[in-house]
């Protein structure tokens, strides 16, 4: 019986699209999911775990996030300074009106994989708060 063979694509031969996703349509989680197969290339047939092969993904109104149940209030946030007691911890409803950017991107980034590359991955993903942006677009999600 003769082996399957496959091959590799060629650094040359990626070809990076980039896709909309409009954030207000779905819940947080399911569009951060959607985000983060197409950062990661896992769309492609041609995904290969140890290669970066993934698009660029614009998410259009970040700050019109859904969420469901009581996660704007119960939902919280931690970090810590390094120093004893030095735990500080904020809510959902807290950071949507601050930064509603960056919840989207750390839920994203918390998906992605811990590969080498996963910071760009990251740079990949473009957060827009409204509808108009500046970027070519060539597929939406």
Known sequence: ?????????????????????????????????DIANVLRGKHK??????????????????????????????????????????????TLKTEMQKHPDQVLKRAVLNMLDDVKFRKTLISRLKLVTGAVHNYKIDKKL
């Open 1 to 33: 019986m003769k082996p399957q063979s496959s091959t590799l694509p060629l650094q040359k031969d990626i070809k990076r699209q980039w896709f909309e996703v409009d954030a207000s349509q779905k819940a947080m989680g399911r569009v951060a999911s």
């Open 45 to 90: 047939r041609s995904f290969t775990p140890h290669m970066d092969l993934g698009d660029f993904v614009v998410a259009t109104n970040v700050e019109k996030l859904k969420f469901s149940g009581r996660k704007m209030e119960q939902k919280k946030y931690y970090r810590h300074s390094g120093y004893l007691g030095g735990l500080k911890s904020t």
